[in-house]
């Protein structure tokens, strides 16, 4: 092994823009590379690759920008390619000759980025539509508003040129949704390395452990063993951290008889994972964290169990909302018939957001949940993550009074990534347990 990763293979990319260009029918479909982007003046942030040129052509450089169209039915890429630049090189270390990118993905045409103005004008006015992301990319916009309206101009006499443009999600966002055998296999690699990152902070657990050396602990596996890093910002929120559901600031000390959320996901080769655990921080669940625990674990539990093909995602949520609403009922805090008490979300205030995602290179993946208010029907290669939660905060206990005052500043969740197979699924870090704290007894 000389490199971290193996390329995509050249039948997958080929595979994902045949795919892709059968919509195109004369439209083109335009992707440029994710900008460089700065903090605190002129430090360059780490670079992440544009996702939907990745997808498609597998690079990962920036300056790139990919043209996509369908020539007799089959696809037709011509590539941009920043040229070799000595002085920037000596920075930045050495780029790939142009020439060597074409050949990796299989490029049918290739010129400089210095040609783009004189080259792209060329193809949109070929093209019926224009599939481009408005609103990132200033001087490729411009060459785009330009065709139109040349298009226009001369609408009349020829009828040539685009008149339409259109976001490429309406194309990709759909083939992105079910993932490839090479996807699946970088989420598999994506969990395996966040999982070894678990195991490794559940042995630091003890009450005064800083949730920032928890993170460090996480993230030293999530790189150390061949990962990217973090899929995005690490939560390991202790007490009444674990209730504000996005909270990455990681600077408080766990005290005895805290529980500890964490939430956090390697990637590899840009695929994430996406894992939560709810620690007793002394090994140990209070009766009222084991009951919340037991609770949303079993949520997680009959979510998984409902997903299979043909099931709809929202199916998925209502596992979940049952039983988390039954245990509500169970806990004293929500009161009447299940049935009812699902049909009025009553769990809202203690359950406030959704149980799946999909997952894949977004950590929040692409792709539809549904359309016209009825919800999306799993099929075999979709990832999704099972995620129930029950959280008593601030909101919670205005929702519940009194009532929920013995579990005030409690948060458990519990997250999972599922592989949609052909018969049901596969819990792609299911190995890290959820059960085993001690109770008492
Ligand atoms: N880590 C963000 C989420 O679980 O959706
Ligand atoms: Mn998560
Ligand atoms: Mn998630």
Redesign the pocket.
């Known amino acids: 092994m000389t490199h971290r990763l193996d390329p995509v293979p050249p039948e997958r990319l080929r595979a994902r823009q045949q795919a892709a260009a059968a919509p195109l029918g004369s439209g083109a479909m335009i992707l440029p590379a994710a900008p460089v982007q700065y903090r605190s003046h002129d430090t360059e942030r780490p670079y992440r690759a544009d996702s939907e040129l990745f997808w498609l052509t597998g690079l990962t450089a920036p300056g790139v920008v990919a043209v996509l169209r369908a020539e007799a039915g089959e696809p037709h890429l011509t590539l941009f390619v920043p040229p070799r630049d000595p002085k920037e090189e000596l920075w930045s270390g050495p780029r790939p000759d142009p020439e060597a990118v074409g050949e990796q993905v299989g490029a049918d045409q290739l010129h400089p980025t210095t040609a783009m103005s004189e080259v792209l004008p060329k193809i949109l006015d070929e093209s019926d539509s224009v599939y481009i992301r408005l609103g990132g990319n200033e001087s490729l916009e411009s060459l785009v508003v330009e065709a139109l309206r040349r298009s226009r101009g001369r609408g009349q006499r020829r009828g040539t040129g685009p008149r339409r443009v259109v976001d490429p999600g309406e194309i990709l966002d759909e083939l992105r949704l079910r993932k490839d055998p090479y996807e699946v296999e970088r989420i598999r690699q994506a969990a395996a390395i966040t999982l070894r990152g678990f195991r490794a902070l559940e042995a630091e657990l003890a009450p005064g452990v800083p949730e920032w050396r928890l993170q460090a602990v996480l993230e030293s596996v999530f790189r150390g063993e061949g990962g990217d890093g973090p899929a995005?910002p690490s939560?390991v929120a202790s007490g009444s951290n674990a209730c504000v559901l996005h909270y990455a600031a990681n600077d408080r000390v766990a005290g005895p008889g805290d529980l500890v959320l964490v939430?956090?996901?390697a990637a590899v080769g840009l695929y994430a994972a996406?894992?939560?655990r709810t620690y007793p921080v002394s090994r140990r669940f209070t009766p009222e964290q084991g009951a919340v625990y037991e609770v949303v674990d079993q949520a997680r539990h009959a979510a998984v169990e409902a997903i299979r093909p043909g099931t709809s995602i929202e199916e998925v949520h209502v596992a979940a909302v049952t039983r988390i609403t039954e245990g509500l009922v169970e806990l004293g805090l929500l009161e009447g018939e299940v049935e009812g008490l699902v049909e009025q979300e009553a769990h809202k205030p203690f359950f406030p957001h959704q149980t799946s995602h999909w997952l894949g290179l977004d950590?929040h993946d692409v792709g539809a949940y549904g359309r016209a208010g009825v919800s999306r029907v799993l099929e075999p290669g979709m990832v999704l993550?099972v995620?129930p939660g029950l959280y008593f905060g601030a909101g919670a206990m205005d929702a519940a009074a009194e009532k929920a005052g013995r579990y005030a500043g409690l948060g458990v969740?519990l997250?999972d990534d599922v592989l949609v197979t052909p018969d049901g699924w596969e819990n792609l870090t299911g190995a890290l347990p959820t059960a085993g704290w001690v109770q008492p007894g």
Request: no cysteine; proline share 0%; charged share 40%.
């Open positions: 995005y939560i939430d956090a996901g996406d894992v939560t950590v993550t995620e969740r997250e």
